[in-house]
């Protein structure tokens, strides 16, 4: 079975800390998301990676960064954490090198997810 | 850009009934999957759909791509069915993103 995990369920940080989300997947794949998802708002894509060093911005990146030095990892970064910022986070990772346009035609593979608190 | 709306916004069903879950697009699509989110928050794919019907056991899909709605068919509901049932589609040719619906929150009752 694809184990993907996210390094923490809850997470309690203040305004203007550096925030570190991260996901790991032990099946060998080329794809890793992060989402966040918020209430009446569905998933929104913030970072997109298809390969080791290689990323794509998604729908909201503003405020946020992405770390993919190994294959098997995929960290999301708050530089400066804000109240709206506050959410649940969703990691994701896919089988095959798929542009983000073609991502989709894969079953994506998701963690538990981590609640974010920015006091 | 593509909007994506899901109906109804929630559901309540005794266990045994069937649903119909609707997504609606605004565009024409390349991609389209259905999602489940259980009651704990996991995710799960569906169906990967954008045209066609598939079946996996109790669950079916149909995609109209030329009417750009998709259904997704639950039949003889059980609990574990509960959730948020989400589409998510992609454009593909005109733009690079994937847009999800706000859900269809199932809930069913024993």
């Known amino acids: 079975d694809v184990k993907v995990t996210q390094s923490s369920r809850y997470l309690v940080k203040r305004t203007g800390e550096k925030v570190f989300l991260e996901c790991v997947q032990d099946m060998d794949h080329e794809n890793m998301f992060w989402y966040r998802q918020d209430p009446g708002l569905g998933l929104r894509l913030i970072y997109f990676?298809?390969?080791?060093?290689?990323?794509e911005k998604g729908d909201i990146p503003e405020g946020y960064s992405v770390s993919r030095e190994k294959k098997e990892r995929f960290s999301l970064i708050l530089e400066s954490a804000s109240t709206n910022q506050t959410s649940m986070y969703l990691c994701?990772?896919?089988?095959?090198?798929?542009?983000?346009?073609?991502?989709?035609?894969?079953?994506?593979?998701f963690g538990p997810g981590t609640r974010l608190t920015v006091t | 850009g593509i909007q994506v709306e899901q109906s109804p916004p929630d559901l309540i069903l005794q266990e045994g009934a069937n649903s119909t879950l609707r997504c609606n697009f605004s565009d024409s699509v390349n991609n389209l999957q259905w999602f489940h989110q259980n009651p704990w928050g996991q995710l799960i794919n569906l169906f990967y759909?954008?045209?066609g019907t598939k079946q996996n056991g109790r669950l079916s899909a149909t995609t109209v791509a030329t009417e750009r709605y998709s259904l997704l068919y639950i039949s003889s509901s059980q609990t574990t069915d509960s959730g948020v049932y989400f589409c998510a589609v992609e454009q593909g040719w005109r733009d690079d993103k994937i847009i999800f619906g706000k859900g269809t929150r199932l809930h069913i009752l024993p």
């Open positions: 994701a990772s896919s089988p095959t090198g798929a542009a983000l346009r073609e991502s989709l035609r894969d079953e994506q593979y």
């Open positions: 990676s298809y390969d080791v060093k290689m990323k």
């Open positions: 759909i954008p045209s």
